[in-house]
Structure formats: structure tokens, C-alpha cells
T-cell receptor, first 113, second 115 residues
Framework: GDSVTQMEGPVTLSEEAFLTINCTYT??????LFWYVQYPGEGLQLLLK?????DKGSNKGFEATYRKETTSFHLEKGSVQVSDSAVYFC????????????FGSGTQLTVLP | DTAVSQTPKYLVTQMGNDKSIKCEQN?????MYWYKQDSKKFLKIMFS???????INETVPNRFSPKSPDKAHLNLHINSLELGDSAVYFC??????????????FGPGTRLTVT
């Protein structure tokens, strides 16, 4: 079956540090990949997506590249801000499976001033 | 305009009671979902409806019953509430197969506390 594995948190960084949150996946078909962000007390928001190999999704300074050869979709940001403190979820939709997203377990990021 | 809305935002109730959570989306999407998020932020899908038809029904106690009066609404009714039902419940919607856009849009969540 499909699965998404994210690096375990929590992750604590200082403001302006470089961020990487690792995400790898297994899928039976050819998946679309997503990153969602959940700010405290809110619902999940779509941060970025990629639908085919070598696509790069980007939004708000965050980037992730769909790497089919390593089945990965790592999230990166060059300089984090305190306002980036949130929980980040990697997810996939597999073209060969049911009409649902498979989510990773989430990674809590805290950015200190 | 709120894309996916839920009511109430907070719900505190006693064990054994019956309660409902309502969800509405104004995105014109065909598919709606209910998720449960536990205290460790783990997301578990519970149900999915496509054009008012149930398409996903995960292993959830039958005390939980979804109802979709039309494709813009998906409500969740919970009977005989238990302590373990305490969680945040999220509604979501997506365009799905009609357009090939599978990203989901989430509501703000309903924090249910059972005492």
C-alpha cells in the first residue's frame, strides 16, 4: 500500500536558519505529491505540490522537488522566520489507488527569534 | 468568503451524549471528507463522499454516522460519546477525478472535548 514517511520532530531552529524536512514515499502508481502546513489552532493549508517527476513546487519561500529515483519530496526553505512555526505534513495521491490522500505523521517546526 | 467552514469550532460535552458537527464548502467540489486528528497531530481519514455517495468508510465505530444532504454539505453525527472521541475533527473537500486535481482544502476544525 501507499505510505509517507517524514522526519520525526520536533525541529527547532533559529530565525534565518536553513530548513530541510525530509519526506519519502512508497506508492503503487504514479503519485502527485503535496506539502501542507498547519498553523496553531487552524486547519491544514496546501503549501505546494508537484505532479510529475522533477517538478519543483514552490510557495512563500518554500520549495520541494519531486525525485522519482529516490522517491522523495523534501521540503526546504533558505531562511526561516518565527511565523513559519507550524506543523508540516507531506502527502501523496496515488493514481492507482482510492480517492484519498495519504499523509505523513507531521513534523513540528519551532523557529526561535 | 470561507471556502470550507465547520460549526461549531469548539464542542465540550459529557460522555454518553449525542452531538453533530456541520461542514459546508462553497468551492463547487464533488468530494468531501472527514478526518480525525489526535493529540500527536496524526491525521486519520474517517469518511469520504463523492456527489452525496459514500466512497470511503474507514474502520470507524458505527457510533459515527456521516450524512450528506447535498454535495456542498457533509455532517458528522456522533452517538454515545466516549472519552476517546476527544480530538480535532476536520472537514475537507477536493475536485477529485473530474478535473484531476486531488489536493484537498480543509476547514478550520472542530475541537471536541468529552468529559
Amino acid at each position: 500500500g501507499d505510505s509517507v514517511t517524514q522526519m520525526e520532530g520536533p525541529v527547532t531552529l533559529s530565525e534565518e536558519a536553513f530548513l530541510t524536512i525530509n519526506c519519502t514515499y512508497t506508492a503503487t502508481g504514479y503519485p502527485s505529491l503535496f506539502w501542507y502546513v498547519q498553523y496553531p489552532g487552524e486547519g491544514l493549508q496546501l503549501l505546494l505540490k508537484a505532479t510529475k517527476a522533477d517538478d519543483k513546487g514552490s510557495n512563500k519561500g518554500f520549495e520541494a522537488t519531486y525525485r522519482k529515483e529516490t522517491t522523495s519530496f523534501h521540503l526546504e526553505k533558505g531562511s526561516v522566520q518565527v511565523s513559519d512555526s507550524a506543523v508540516y505534513f507531506c502527502a501523496l495521491h496515488d493514481s492507482g489507488s482510492a480517492r484519498q490522500l495519504t499523509f505523513g505523521s507531521g513534523t513540528q517546526l519551532t523557529v526561535l527569534p | 468568503d470561507t471556502a470550507v467552514s465547520q460549526t461549531p469550532k469548539y464542542l465540550v460535552t459529557q460522555m454518553g451524549n449525542d452531538k453533530s458537527i456541520k461542514c459546508e464548502q462553497n468551492l463547487g467540489h464533488d468530494t468531501m471528507y472527514w478526518y480525525k486528528q489526535d493529540s500527536k497531530k496524526f491525521l486519520k481519514i474517517m469518511f469520504s463522499y463523492n456527489n452525496k455517495e459514500l466512497i470511503i468508510n474507514e474502520t470507524v465505530p458505527n457510533r459515527f454516522s456521516p450524512k450528506s444532504p447535498d454535495k456542498a454539505h457533509l455532517n458528522l453525527h456522533i452517538n454515545s460519546l466516549e472519552l476517546g472521541d476527544s480530538a480535532v475533527y476536520f472537514c475537507a473537500s477536493s475536485q477529485g477525478e473530474r478535473t484531476g486535481a486531488y489536493e484537498q482544502y480543509f476547514g478550520p476544525g472542530t475541537r471536541l472535548t468529552v468529559t
